[in-house]
């Protein structure tokens, strides 16, 4: 009963370091998510990948980059860290892409650039 | 431009009395509407959800009310519990947006005992 697990919990980044979050999924889901989640701002949406071997931009790109490694994996990656990056990032799945059954997300990594 | 938008940050309730959230949304094309709970350390949790063919859907002591005509959802909590005490957001899904959640910025409720 894992559902979505991310990992790094919490991350520390100096500006310029580079680092990978890691997301998977044990639901045999098709589509993933990449969320960040400012205050005031909601979540917004940095990547998503619909289905094994495709990935799309969302709302907030810009710094990142995204794999989806296979049907489980789907990784998040910043480059070069810069402070506007801290944040808290969820990823989240889903069946079909659909919204009508809901997300399910993973509990979050808290990542300051510092 | 946010398309969601929680005007209250934050909400207090005295516990067995009505929690009232609301969502207003700019985006006409938007055709389905979640809520989502989150507690502190925690991913959200879905909790409810509407389509726009509807305008009331309910599940339990949730229930939300869409009104279309004037953009505005609404989340009803009856009666409100000190477990319900959490931040809640409103999302929303265009169906010509590739079903894409947008978020509101989040309301957080505190049910006192």
């Known amino acids: 009963n894992a559902g979505v697990t991310q990992t790094p919990k919490f991350q520390v980044l100096k500006t310029g370091q580079s680092m990978t979050l890691q997301c998977a999924q044990d639901?045999?889901?098709?589509?993933m998510y990449w969320y960040r989640q400012d205050p005031g701002m909601g979540l917004r949406l940095i990547y998503y990948s619909a289905s094994e071997g495709t990935t799309d931009k969302g709302e907030v790109p810009n710094g990142y980059n995204v794999s989806r490694l296979n049907k489980r994996e789907f990784s998040l990656r910043l480059e070069s860290a810069a402070p506007s990056q801290t944040s808290v990032y969820f990823c989240?799945?889903?069946?079909?892409?659909?919204?009508?059954?809901?997300?399910?997300f993973g509990s979050g990594t808290r990542l300051t650039v510092v | 431009d946010q398309q969601v938008k929680q005007n209250s940050p934050s909400l207090s309730v005295q516990e067995g009395r009505i929690s009232i959230l609301n969502c207003d949304y700019t985006?006409?094309?938007?055709?389905?509407f979640l809520w989502y709970k989150k507690y502190p350390a925690e991913g959200p949790t879905f909790l409810i959800s509407i389509s726009s063919i509807k305008d009331k859907n309910e599940d339990g002591r949730f229930t939300v009310f869409l009104n279309k005509s004037a953009k505005h959802l609404s989340l009803h909590i009856v009666p409100s519990q000190p477990g319900d005490s959490a931040v809640y957001f409103c999302?929303?899904?265009?169906?010509?947006?590739?079903?894409?959640?947008?978020f509101g910025g989040g309301t957080r409720l505190m049910v006192k005992p």
């Open positions: 985006n006409s094309m938007f055709d389905y």
């Open positions: 999302a929303a899904s265009a169906n010509n947006a590739g079903n894409m959640l947008t």
């Open positions: 989240a799945s889903s069946l079909d892409g659909t919204p009508r059954i809901g997300y399910t």
């Open positions: 639901m045999n889901h098709n589509s």
